[in-house]
DNA sequence: TGGCTATTTGGTAAAATAGCCAATATGAAG
DNA sequence: CTTCATATTGGCTATTTTACCAAATAGCCA
């Protein structure tokens, strides 16, 4: 049984694995930009449907995004949007690296 | 072959990736205090030393964290401070979650 | 209602990850 | 040089993740 220390940071560790898939970030900066629907993230991404639509449902249960129903569209909206500030973050170090 | 729009978040993915599991969070949460050796992170987490090892080399392999030997013991120390702020991001939305 | 579009869910195979033990390195100290 | 302490690497298995296809679901509209 894992220690109750390392434990308490599962909920964090969730977050950060959400945002660890390269399609994901993909989704999560186009969404900094506006709410988009699945059919029209599918298209800029070119993976099948039902795997796009898992990678939101990953993002969802994380708490990153949230969805809501538009005719028969669900369009998926950016809730978490530090996770913007985390990417300037990782990407001010990365260059400031070269 | 994916994407090269998508591929290019793959480096950015790969840090997320490397935040992504409790224990490797509490040793950067460890490391943000002061810099410490594998044998004592390897007593305050309670895992084979062999897996502590690994948890270090992936965060190192991001570029959250770097190392160091001093006599015979490898002194570990965060080398990415903004991994912090990204916890008080993701923390703060929690705590607003409520 | 029935068909249409958009999305989610289930099933599955391949790939990646985690964690343990054993074996190997690497430097320290006698 | 030998032994000790510390850490890393290799090998293995169990678990998780990814991505596809097929099937099911949900709302819209004739």
Redesign the interface.
């Known amino acids: 049984m894992?220690?109750a220390?390392?434990?308490?940071?599962?909920?964090?560790?969730?977050?950060?694995?959400a945002?660890?898939?390269?399609?994901?970030?993909?989704i999560v900066?186009k969404l900094k930009e506006k709410d988009i629907c699945v059919c029209e993230l599918t298209a800029m991404?070119?993976d099948d449907i039902s795997t796009v639509s898992k990678h939101l449902s990953v993002l969802k249960t994380a708490?990153i995004a949230d969805s809501t129903r538009k005719k028969n569209q669900i369009i998926y909206r950016l809730k978490?949007r530090?996770?913007i500030?985390?990417?300037l973050?990782?990407?001010?170090?990365?260059k400031a690296?070269l």
């Open positions: 894992k220690k220390i390392i434990l308490s940071y599962s909920k964090e560790a969730e977050i950060f694995k945002l660890s898939h390269p399609t994901r970030l993909f900066h991404i070119g708490g978490m530090c996770v500030d985390m990417s973050c990782i990407n001010r170090k990365r690296a």
